[in-house]
């Protein structure tokens, strides 16, 4: 299974950031799977943003709750993630990844994708 | 939804033995025996090492185990090798389907 981040790496402050994870090799249609988003900012720990299951149930990072939004397309094999209103502080490298079972096992990553938020 | 409590650092020489720490709270690693590793080497993806406390993923050498009690679980490596410096986080489920991360620790063999 892999997965592959996709979107732009620069965003203004006050807008929304737009991420997209491509699933390949396996379905986002598989049961007690989720797929997830995190994030680390330069030289900082991972941040849980959110997750999702194909049914479109969504989970968030209460701190994020209000800025995200996590969708599914499984016609496409693809979750996104959009967060608004972005600042600096949301400058960081976007990982999406498969988590067994919601239970915080991550046992697929993308390769991750830097984005920067400045004007 | 605080960060789960990590010491920044570690250190130990080749062949010792080290422990790393999280600490959470009742809710997350106190309420569920769903605590997970990861290992980060530099400008890569984390891996996950172990999940549910103490299972070790297919293919993680034996030399690293998991444990936990109340509201703190460790990782712990023993028989330490210098390919074994990286960054390693831990991660709790923190209920209603909901995940959170340690601040991470850095280790260093000597």
């Known amino acids: 299974l892999q997965l592959q981040e996709s979107g732009p790496g620069l965003v203004k402050p006050s807008e929304t950031l737009s991420l997209t994870c491509t699933v390949s090799?396996?379905?986002?249609?598989?049961?007690?799977?989720?797929w997830g988003w995190i994030r680390q900012p330069p030289g900082k720990g991972l941040e849980w943003i959110g997750s999702?299951?194909?049914?479109?149930?969504?989970y968030y990072n209460p701190s994020l709750k209000s800025r995200v939004t996590i969708s599914v397309d499984t016609s496409n094999n693809q979750f996104s993630l959009k967060l608004n209103s972005v600042t600096a502080a949301d400058t960081a490298v976007y990982s999406c990844?498969?988590?067994?079972?919601?239970?915080?096992?991550?046992?697929?990553w993308g390769q991750g994708t830097l984005v920067t938020v400045s004007s | 939804q605080s960060a789960l409590t990590q010491p920044a650092s570690v250190s130990g020489s080749p062949g010792q033995s080290i422990t790393i720490s999280c600490t959470g709270t009742?809710?997350?690693?106190?309420?569920?025996?769903?605590v997970s590793w990861y290992q980060q080497l530099p400008g890569r993806a984390p891996k996950l090492m172990i999940y549910?406390?103490?299972e070790r993923r297919s293919g993680v050498s034996d030399r690293f185990s998991g444990s936990k009690s109340g509201n703190t679980a460790a990782l712990t490596i023993s028989g330490l090798q210098a390919e074994d410096e990286a960054d390693y986080y831990c991660?709790?489920?923190?209920?209603?389907?909901?995940?959170?991360f340690g601040g991470g620790t850095k280790l260093t063999v000597l």
């Open positions: 990844a498969r988590d067994y079972d919601s239970s915080g096992s991550f046992y697929e």
């Open positions: 009742s809710s997350d690693v106190g309420s569920h025996n769903l």
């Open positions: 090799g396996g379905s986002i249609s598989s049961s007690s799977y989720y």
């Open positions: 991660c709790s489920y923190a209920g209603g389907s909901t995940v959170i």
């Open positions: 549910e406390v103490s």
């Open positions: 999702i299951y194909y049914t479109g149930s969504t």
